[in-house]
């Protein structure tokens, strides 16, 4: 497909050079090429992909509570009020449950 497209590319790029139109044939034929470059680049990508096998989702594993800063995931951060968030992360950070500081 990749091969086909650089020489649908190639052909309307060799015509613009050579009958050197600047007319409404000249901007079609442009506008074909850079298509016909773009379908190319596009097939060559899905080409690579193919040979390549898809990575191993890490969404879902999680690490050890120890490597977690401070116990609180992104998750829990989306939810709180930006205040209480900070409040939470700093409790946390001073090993305290939060209910001591009130």
Do not use: F, H, K
């Not at 470059?37 to 050890?64: F, H, I, L």
């Not at 509570?65 to 609180?72: D, K």
């Amino acid at each position: 497909m990749a091969v086909l497209a650089a020489l649908g590319a190639l052909a309307p790029l060799v015509m613009l050079v050579v009958w050197r139109r600047q007319d409404l044939l000249g901007v079609v034929l442009a506008l074909l090429c850079v298509l016909m470059t773009m379908v190319a680049g596009v097939a060559v990508s899905a080409a690579r992909q193919v040979d390549d096998p898809e990575p191993a989702d890490r969404s879902a594993v999680v690490g050890p509570p120890e490597l977690m800063p401070y116990g609180i995931d992104a998750d829990t951060l989306d939810a709180l009020d930006p205040r209480d968030a900070l409040r939470a992360v700093r409790d946390r950070r001073r090993g305290s449950d939060g209910l001591s500081g009130r």
